[in-house]
């Protein structure tokens, strides 16, 4: 897949996004390094807070994207686990 993946939660309630999320990250290929969670903020805050209190082992830090619509995770390298 590649070094940068993205997932859009546009249309997900917050259950389904959760879901969503958790099931992309068990998949990432190894050499995957950043995943930029699309939330949107228009139409309310609630996935956006989801997304940033989100925690999941493979998350190693989280960064806010350049507008208030995005979150991005760095995820761990496979020998930092």
């Known amino acids: ?5 993205r ?3 546009h249309g997900h309630t917050k ?13 990432l290929p190894p050499d995957t390094r950043e995943v930029e969670i699309v939330h949107g903020f228009h139409q309310g ?9 989100y925690k ?6 989280k960064l806010l ?6 979150t991005i995770f760095i995820i761990k390298k496979p020998n930092n686990k």
């Open 7 to 9: 997932l859009d939660l």
């Open 45 to 53: 805050t609630s996935l956006r807070e989801m997304v940033r209190a």
């Open 65 to 70: 994207g350049l507008n208030q619509g995005s």
């Open 15 to 27: 259950e389904s996004a959760r879901k969503l999320i958790d099931s992309e990250l068990r998949g």
């Open 1 to 5: 897949m590649g070094y940068f993946y």
């Open 56 to 61: 999941h082992p493979r998350i190693e830090r």
